[in-house]
């Protein structure tokens, strides 16, 4: 192979354009909506609606992350409160809860799915309630595009009355048991982040059960501003809400999305053909056929004892030196030194997942050549 000074990077999972989101953002110049309202903005919350189910409403933020604390907010969360999330997930998930003064309790995946175990939520819930601390909420995610076993966690939640804030920044796109995941909560989070499986640059969207609920969405992502001729704030308010010019990518995006999907769910095939004649390395994959995953990313774990020593790290560092970006798996939140002595439920599943996983370029804009190019370096690590 050539240096790495010569090779063009393989990145992880880099925007992809589908030809016509110029024409959407060019609309909103033309007609002077440079601003957090518009027709992109409406059109896109509509195809969003239209894309994961009717019975939902859609809100356009800035980021996943403030779909989250919007929701956080309109479950009246607030000091001294607690709530559950799932450990094993970016930092996105959780922060909010300590942005309204809340304590996270984090609890522990299960090993078909790497998202929240039902049994150590129960756990956690029990406990907490015996500490005379009900959970406000629990924040459950479909990481990597992987459902979570929706049917286990909704029943753990109806059990003690307890709303679902369901994480889907990751999963747009996927569904469990034909339904779209992003529509099993009461409150859901979407995300448009660039390594998105579809991007509006930076942004996000929060998944509401009714209007009501949507337009206390959008006036807290407004500012909070009240109905008054002058501005006049009766509540604390955020800069949340998504531009118009934003939106208009988001639109341009939407034609694409069944098509980046399939692209990725060919890079996971890819990647199951390959580590098909590896010992020792698992591809995540779904555990039924109720579960569909848009394979965001797709992922691995690398077990030292059945691939002659070789681990995550020695793959690693042999890709990048062929310029081919691959991370390690989320580092769990309860091991952050962010959330140094919050309490934690469950074993050790997300710590192993941690120490043994590895995401790999998951793109739906990669070409052959750069598959052939992870595939010899992958073959170099183990098969020589």
């Not at 030809?19 to 518009?38: H, K, M, R, S």
């Not at 919007?70 to 000091?79: E, F, N, Y």
């Not at 955020?238 to 769910?265: C, E, K, P, T, W």
Request: aromatic letters at 10%; glycine letters at 8%.
């Amino acid at each position: 192979m050539s240096t790495t000074t010569e090779l063009s990077k393989i990145w992880l999972s880099s925007p992809h354009m589908g030809g016509q989101e110029q024409t959407f953002v060019n609309a909103a110049f033309a007609e002077n909506w440079i601003a957090p309202l518009g027709p992109n903005v409406n059109g896109f919350e509509e195809d969003l609606k239209q894309y994961i189910g009717n019975e939902k409403e859609v809100a356009v933020l800035s980021s996943g992350t403030a779909a989250i604390h919007l929701a956080l907010v309109q479950l009246d969360v607030s000091k001294g409160d607690e709530v559950i999330c799932q450990s094993f997930t970016f930092c996105g998930s959780a922060n909010p809860i300590l942005y309204q003064g809340a304590t996270p309790i984090f609890v522990d995946s299960e090993p078909s799915t790497w998202n929240i175990c039902p049994k150590a939520l129960e756990t956690a819930i029990l406990d907490r309630i015996s500490k005379g601390k009900t959970p406000k909420a629990i924040i459950p995610v479909h990481l990597y595009g992987m459902p979570y076993l929706v049917d286990e966690v909704a029943t753990v939640a109806k059990k003690y009355n307890i709303p679902i804030i369901e994480d889907a920044a990751e999963s747009l796109g996927s569904t469990y048991k034909s339904k779209s995941c992003g529509t099993f909560g009461d409150f859901a989070a979407l995300s448009f982040n660039g390594n998105k499986i579809i991007t509006t640059s930076g942004g996000g969207a929060l998944v509401c059960k009714d209007k009501t609920s949507k337009e206390k969405t959008v006036f807290f992502s407004t500012q909070a501003r009240d109905n008054a001729p002058h501005y006049q704030h009766s509540e604390v308010g955020f800069n949340y809400r998504m531009s118009n010019i934003s939106a208009g990518i988001g639109r341009g995006q939407m034609l694409v999305l069944d098509d980046h999907v399939a692209l990725r769910r060919q890079m996971h095939q890819f990647y199951k053909d390959i580590f098909n004649e590896i010992d020792g390395v698992d591809v995540l994959s779904e555990p039924s056929q109720d579960f569909f995953s848009n394979h965001w990313l797709s992922t691995i774990l690398v077990d030292p004892k059945l691939t002659k020593g070789i681990d995550r790290e020695q793959l690693r560092l042999h890709l990048d030196t062929y310029n081919i970006e691959s991370r390690p798996l989320w580092k769990p939140m309860h091991l952050q030194p962010v959330f140094a002595g919050m309490p934690f439920y469950g074993g050790k599943v997300a710590e192993e997942l941690f120490a043994k996983g590895l995401c790999l370029p998951s793109g739906s804009n990669l070409l052959d050549e750069d598959r052939d190019r992870i595939k010899s370096a992958i073959f170099e690590v183990f098969k020589n």
